[in-house]
């Protein structure tokens, strides 16, 4: 059997081994800082590879640089040894922290069992680092709303000044008061850096999630605006940028304003590859149909008149026409007929020219509803408050929910059903938010599932915040931002279903927490521990965790989606998971049997995986294979 890894992918190992098998005359040896021999890439070799012309040293080129940026890659490639662990308690308080000490919030799950929806609890950086393998190339739309960097708002403090072996050791220290965020004031120095620092890492790590048909759209202000829409060049390439859709967030102006006053935000939207990308047409208006009319009594229907002529000349449409009435019309000055005369007649004997009711108008082509080669209208790059809601409709909702104002700056639900709408979701799709805040991107998934009849699933992450003891969230029981998120999803779901009491669809979601390892450090670092330590050692697993805990862990390093169906079982005595219908089948009990391997067996499953030291004794462990190659040889056998 193999041994599973428990840990993420160090990325940066893995593009060096699709680079060695492109251009494996790119690859040489170099020393490290140990003084080592280690295998490298040759820049210059590879540039002469992939480029008519090297680029080296100084050379003037265009490109996008900050301090630190080196080093915010190697962030977002570093491996990290994390886990998710599941919380399935309905409570509304906290409970406490975890094992390193990090306040979370454990107001657990709403229909554990079976809801297709998640809301994880952690740093994003290392929350997207455990879900890139499960969930790559599987989600249809991303959309977050980042700090803006006004200078009050926090940004994520990731530490750059340590080593890969530093970071894996430390990743996700929080400071004293329980937060791995800093307020990013400009008077440090490194304003626009820190944020950069903040947000690039994690827009690499978010294009891997996207199907070639996804698309993501970023919130931002003007304070960092042009700095994103640079990353996101660089990260999503310029060719599938779509659009910078403008938001009006404000419906009247800010008298006490110092010069202007600003009443829009910018929303980025960035398709994954633009050619597989089609992007959600807008239901039609009324006031869009009434431009369709029919004072003719076509047979075909209700139509709307369109200019024939057109601004670029050409010899072969120009021509007059004569009306109905005899009067003989020319093309306007310095324009021409859209259409050569050929053209011309054949249109009109197919009674798709218009001459007016008096059949002495200008000539105008009837262009029919019926017809138009797009269902539904092209969105436009202005979002209107009165089509989306504003920033004050955002807060509102959340007030009237919550009975008070315990979040600042939730984005309305009316936006982000828009934004759903134009990521042309399908069924089954599945939508990630990993600064989802006041989870209202999880609201609009429900709302727009009811409307649409569809079944779009949802990931939330969010970094449990403490809230200020001083502020209304706190005051009014919120103890951070994830208790701010989850209660809103569950008041919402109950305000929905209410409001559509025939409407079937899942209002649920599965809590996970990001956490240490369940594996204790030996099983990642045993060098550096003495040969007397593996005497008495009995088993490689954290004594706090549960079976579920490291069933999810199993999970995540199978790629085997968290929203998959859990059934538990007792065979012999033995707590038996079975996921997705025998897909993954684990036991992590003790003591366990020929004959709880053997009933495993019979199910056929495609991945069986249990503890190393869990067979009941020798000979469990010398017939385990023959059980196996006896009733299901084509499973893939792991263990932890």
Not at 429 to 447: E, P, R
Request: hydrophobic share 35%; glycine share 6%.
């Amino acid at each position: 059997m193999d041994k599973l890894k428990m840990q993420t992918v160090n990325k940066a190992d893995e593009n060096f081994k699709k680079l060695a098998a492109m251009f494996p005359n790119a690859v040489t040896e170099t020393i490290d800082e140990n003084g080592e021999v280690v295998r490298a890439i040759d820049k210059d070799v590879l540039m002469q590879e992939i480029s008519c012309k090297v680029v080296d040293g100084n050379e003037e080129r265009y490109q996008f640089t900050w301090p630190d940026k080196k080093k915010s890659v190697l962030l977002a490639n570093a491996p990290i040894n994390k886990t998710l662990r599941p919380v399935r308690d309905d409570e509304t308080t906290p409970t406490g922290a975890d094992s390193e000490g990090k306040p979370y919030c454990s107001s657990g799950s709403v229909d554990f069992d079976t809801t297709e929806n998640l809301y994880i609890e952690g740093d994003n950086l290392e929350v997207l680092k455990l879900l890139q393998e499960t969930y790559l190339g599987k989600v249809k739309m991303i959309y977050i709303d980042p700090p803006y960097n006004t200078g009050n708002d926090f940004v994520y403090e990731d530490d750059f000044a340590q080593s890969t072996e530093e970071y894996l050791d430390n990743s996700g220290q929080f400071d004293d008061d329980g937060n791995r965020l800093v307020k990013n004031f400009d008077s440090n120095g490194r304003f626009h850096t820190d944020w950069l620092n903040m947000i690039y890492p994690r827009l690499r790590l978010a294009k891997d999630f996207l199907s070639d048909d996804g698309v993501i759209f970023v919130s931002i202000d003007d304070n960092e605006n042009e700095n994103l829409k640079k990353c996101c060049d660089e990260v999503f390439g310029s060719q599938n940028f779509i659009a910078q859709l403008v938001w009006e967030r404000a419906y009247a102006p800010k008298n006490d304003a110092r010069f202007i006053s600003n009443s829009h935000d910018y929303v980025l939207m960035y398709a994954k590859n633009l050619t597989d990308f089609v992007i959600g047409r807008l239901p039609r208006t009324d006031a869009a149909n009434a431009r369709y009319q029919n004072p003719d009594n076509d047979p075909r229907g209700v139509w709307k008149p369109s200019d024939l002529s057109v601004k670029t000349y050409n010899a072969a449409c120009d021509y007059p026409i004569t009306t109905p009435s005899g009067r003989v019309i020319e093309p306007p000055a310095g324009r021409c007929w859209s259409l050569s005369k050929n053209a011309f007649l054949e249109r009109l004997r197919d009674n798709r020219i218009y001459f007016g009711t008096d059949g002495n108008s200008v000539p105008c082509m009837k262009r029919f509803l019926a017809e138009l080669k797009y269902d539904g209208m092209a969105p436009t790059s202005i979002m209107f408050y009165k089509d989306v809601g504003h920033s004050q409709e955002g807060a509102k909702e959340v007030t009237k929910l919550l009975d008070a104002g315990v979040f600042d700056g939730p984005k309305p639900v009316r936006l982000l059903t828009r934004l759903l709408t134009l990521a042309n979701l399908k069924e089954n799709s599945i939508v990630l938010d990993f600064f989802s805040g006041a989870s209202s991107t999880a609201h609009g998934v429900m709302q727009m599932n009811v409307d649409k009849e569809s079944n779009i699933k949802y990931i939330m992450v969010q970094l449990p915040e403490v809230c200020e003891e001083k502020g209304t969230a706190y005051k009014s029981g919120y103890k951070n931002i994830c208790e701010i998120g989850k209660e809103r999803i569950r008041r919402a779901a109950k305000k929905i279903a209410e409001e559509n009491p025939e409407a079937k669809f899942d209002g649920g979601f599965r809590v996970l927490k990001c956490d240490t390892s369940n594996m204790k450090n030996v099983y990642y670092n045993p060098a550096e521990y003495e040969p007397s330590l593996f005497t008495n050692l009995e088993d490689n697993i954290k004594e706090d965790r549960t079976s579920e805990d490291l069933l999810f862990q199993v999970m995540l390093d199978l790629g085997v989606l968290l929203s998959s169906k859990i059934q538990e079982t007792t065979i012999a005595g033995k707590k038996v998971f079975n996921v997705e219908d025998n897909y993954l089948i684990a036991c992590f009990d003790d003591n366990v049997t020929e004959e709880v391997i053997t009933e495993i067996a019979k199910q056929k499953p495609y991945y069986f995986v249990m503890r190393d030291s869990s067979m009941a004794n020798d000979s469990v462990a010398t017939n385990f294979e023959q059980i196996f190659a006896a009733y299901s040889p084509d499973t893939v056998r792991k263990v932890l």
